[in-house]
């Protein structure tokens, strides 16, 4: 381990990035096949592989007690260490002397006999579990004869080396080390969760001949919010098709031998949620990991969300339940089948594949999916409406050649999402428009009314309204301006104030709490729905409103995280 310690050393000193993966990549290459599989997966965060279940259940006192007995040190000095650092491992680390007794049989601490020490401290049950495990830790620090040896023993442990590796950088070192292809490698890797048996499966070549791992989740990719409106410029490049998007509750199942498994957003096992699911992927013949929506469903449609909300954190469900919030699994990716890892496949491709998979059944369906045409923009749109008259969300647009990125946000996937909610606002300033709409004013300024009865700005739309309706507005607003001094205080610099007698009504994704206009918040893609003609400004929505709409989006947004 000694190696190990002065490697992790040299590489938290070490700022570059490149640096980094070639230290690591030079430790690597000079060990055996066993040290080489557990220093990789310790460098990769933590005392196992990412697919492995099993936890050391060491809590800090345990060690902390344990590492007195052996390094004879007082409480105070390792509080003040720790104080210092916030870092168990640096603060033990430093305290480090030679046991207090000298032993005749000590441990020669390798990655490969530290872990499967590491293995009897998980494998304790029972009774004596907790003194079982404080033994073999005993022993293991007794060998640590080196404090900064203790230190990085104390690091995995605590399942945080902080030397700044990521993973991808771990996954670099591993490819550079045996002069593997990186995509490849990292390919190995979301397939089998286990940096260890990647590295030394790179060190032999035989790469290509690890399986999809069953049971160790995969992260999902996500989608780029994009504002309704009247053109979709990203859809300019590439093939797209459009599905739904579901209001309901992401999960990726596994199938393997007709055993299931269900994993949420945050990786959680919710299987026993969702038993109906469960028991429709089980039927499914071929072992696979699928990627989907879990939607409340009744005779093929769509129930509101706030029905789904009764199933939602139940780690049990009963049978009047199992009736009254009947689900289903709305499928839309296939990320594997049998061994074969699909997520470097076009989506077109695994989409084919996906429907010669699945039969749809009760509480299993496969996404419809429709290609984006030509006439990208009313295409989009008149899809958009049939989704939410279908009762979805809005659409997802997803690009026809895309991979599958694991856990990222990117351009390939675009979501095109129903508005949280309308607000009825006054326009307060307004300002000439560009391209197209130069010559007239077309981007406007709106506010909601504040507790005090003032006017106070929460967003600006540029969209929504007709050219006919811009046109007609131009000249209203030049007339109805107001001086300069009259500048709200926020106000850009080419802002006109206007008076505020302008009611309209904005749809919008999101509210965030932001400084950039005097109410607080900032809404996220607002588009303008209608002139509300009918409406006084007296009437329109207060900050009061803004605040319930915000509230209703955060307590949302924790109960669909889960
Ligand atoms: P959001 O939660 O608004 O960021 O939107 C992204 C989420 O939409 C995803 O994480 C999925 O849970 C959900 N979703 C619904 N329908 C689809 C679909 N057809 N494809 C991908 N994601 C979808």
Redesign the pocket.
Known sequence: MERFASTAERIASEPAKLAKIALLAEYFRGLDDDDLAAAARFFAGGPFAARDRRTLALGGRTMVEVARRVYGFDDASLLSNYRATGDLGAAIGALVRAPADAMLFRDRLTPAVLETLFGEIAGASGKNANRRRAAVLERVLRACEDPRVATYVVKIVTGDLRVGLREGLVLEAIAQAFGSDPREVRRALMAFGDAGAVAVAAKRGTLHELRVDYGSPIG????T?VPYGEAYAELAHGSWIA????????AQAHVRDRDVRLFS?RFNDVTDSYPEVASALAAIARDAIL???I?AMRDGGVLPFRTLQARLQRKTVDARLLREVPLTY?V??LLAIEGELLIDEPLSLRRERLASLITPAAALAI?P?DPVGTEASEFVNRRFEAARARG??GV?L?RFDAPYFPGRRGKW?L?L?RELSTLDVAVVAVEWGNGKRAGVLSDYTFAVRGDDGSLQAIGKAYSGLTDAEIATLTPWFLEHRLPASERREKARAHEIPVEPKVVIEVAF?VIAESDLHESGFALRFPRIVRIRDDKPVEEIDTLQRVREIYGEMRKRENV?ES
């Open positions: 999902f990719m996500l989608a919010p599905e739904d998007k579901y209001d309901g509750i992401r957003r990627d989907g929506e939607v709305v839309f990716d996404a999916f979805n969300e997802m997803k996937w979501k999402k994704d669909t």
